[in-house]
């Protein structure tokens, strides 16, 4: 969109002007914004009237600059570069920056607490789900073609790569 005022730059600036409680918007260009603030008359771009900074408000600001500028003690990763690339540097990280990193993975997952995927599992254990699901699917194709013997074993078999399974996930490989 061209420039409403000087109809040479693209208008990137919508420019709203209320007279007698009608609303009339236009686009300018920067240029023709600056012009109007500097020369023009009664112009006047609403913003919050600047308040004095409270004791607390000048503690919050400190506080955070100073955070920002600690650094992990084993990757010397700063916490300000966490912060930009929401990237982590170490494990002692999550020490170093305990409270720090909860306020951001709130902020990043609106929780503290991973719900994502889970852990990789070791090759043993995937195959014996593999195996498990493979042999109640067959399970399921032998209860209905009505082969109740070879569905005895199959019960049997799954109930054993069940506890094989249960075993490997307490720990006790």
């Not at 690339?85 to 990280?93: D, K, L, M």
């Amino acid at each position: 969109m061209i420039c409403q005022k000087c109809h040479k730059r693209p208008g990137t600036i919508r420019y709203a002007e209320v007279v007698d409680g009608r609303v009339t918007d236009q686009f300018w260009c920067s240029e023709c914004l600056a012009l109007q603030r500097n020369g023009g008359e009664g112009f006047e771009i609403s913003a919050v009237a600047p308040t004095r900074p409270t004791r607390n408000s000048i503690h919050s600001v400190v506080s955070r600059v100073v955070r920002a500028q600690q650094t992990c003690p084993e990757c010397d990763t700063p916490l300000q570069e966490i912060f930009d690339t929401n990237r982590v540097g170490c494990v002692s990280c999550y020490d170093a920056f305990g409270n720090e990193l909860t306020e951001l993975l709130s902020r990043l997952h609106s929780r503290a607490t991973h719900t994502g995927k889970s852990a990789h599992l070791t090759d043993a254990r995937s195959q014996l789900r593999s195996d498990l699901r493979s042999k109640r699917s067959l399970l399921r194709s032998v209860l209905k073609a009505e082969d109740y013997e070879e569905a005895a074993t199959l019960r049997d078999e799954i109930r054993a790569l069940e506890t094989g399974l249960y075993v490997s996930e307490s720990g006790a490989d």
